[in-house]
């Protein structure tokens, strides 16, 4: 993972109107992301509404992702399923594919012991020769610190990415787990914080939609100007609180179609925007940003 850095969007799946895969709108939302300079993608995350598709789904976006970027960034493939059975089959099918890594949120819905998880990142980590990069996020459970640096003890989990508030963690799993165990902030409204506490990269919903203000972050953070940072993050956390408040899956992909890069609807029991509600939001979002 060591050379996965900067900014990578969690990309978003784009489904028509009847609730299908979009090759085609997934095509242009690739060449739309990274012709705007993302480092890299995390493809079928939660963002990518990988827990409403089937096994064969993820499969499909991942191959038409990695179609369309063509080696021009690296890909992340998330593989987190509950079953160790079926994630280590979209584990080994990330990497037929042409994947650079996997990730995978911890397996949830059974409260499974930190044994079986450690388990679980074991036999799909195993299974494949790919870097593994575990997922600490608040909806799938959270593990904190002792269960961080066990999972760092398995061969081939690199890294981790992180979306969680308790920041002092970040620090404290560099400094003692060690400086090479990669680390991506996944909460998009505390990216500057992130990276301060020494974070290598940002994943998240929101660099969908307004990338260059977080890639500006990371190159203003890097070059130590923390104002900068500063400013960019409040401008990035209006956008961000706008949207939180207004069903931030579908706005996120109405936003991106607003640029030129319809990424579609969501899966339902997601709510989508009707012509009348974007029209609303669209209203809504220049107002806000006139201000
Ligand atoms: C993914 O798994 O697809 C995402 O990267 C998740 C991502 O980290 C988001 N977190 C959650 O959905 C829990 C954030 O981008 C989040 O949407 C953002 O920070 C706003 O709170």
Not at 116 to 136: E, F, K, R, S
């Amino acid at each position: 993972l060591s050379e996965i850095r900067g900014v990578l969007p969690a990309l978003v799946t784009p489904f028509d109107e009847n609730e299908d895969f979009d090759a085609g709108r997934m095509r242009k939302v690739v060449d739309f992301l990274v012709e705007r300079g993302v480092d890299g993608l995390y493809v079928t995350g939660s963002t990518g509404e990988a827990f409403m598709m089937s096994p064969d789904e993820r499969k499909e976006v991942l191959e038409v992702v990695i179609d369309q970027v063509a080696g021009r960034v690296p890909v992340i493939a998330h593989v987190g399923a509950i079953s160790t059975h079926h994630s280590i089959e979209l584990a080994r099918h990330a990497e037929r594919t042409g994947a650079d890594a996997l990730s995978s949120v911890p397996p949830f819905y059974w409260g499974f012991s930190q044994d079986q998880i450690l388990a679980y990142y074991t036999d799909i980590t195993a299974a494949t020769g790919l870097p593994m990069c575990a997922y600490n996020v608040p909806l799938a459970g959270l593990f904190g610190f002792d269960m961080i640096k066990r999972l760092a003890e398995i061969p081939g989990v690199e890294g981790i990415k992180y979306t969680a508030s308790t920041h002092h963690d970040i620090m404290r799993i560099k400094a003692e787990i060690g400086p090479d165990f990669i680390l991506y902030s996944g909460a998009d409204e505390m990216a500057m914080s992130g990276l301060a506490f020494g974070a290598d990269g940002l994943i998240g919903s929101f660099y969908n939609a307004i990338p260059e203000i977080f890639l500006a972050i990371y190159a203003a953070m890097q070059a130590g100007d923390l104002e900068r940072a500063k400013a960019l993050q409040e401008t990035g956390n209006a956008v961000i609180f706008f949207a939180l408040s207004r069903n931030p899956m579908a706005a996120i992909k109405r936003m991106m179609a607003w640029q030129g890069a319809d990424a579609g609807f969501c899966r339902r029991p997601m709510t989508n925007f009707t012509p009348e509600t974007e029209a609303a939001l669209k209203a809504d979002f220049r107002a806000f940003a006139a201000e």
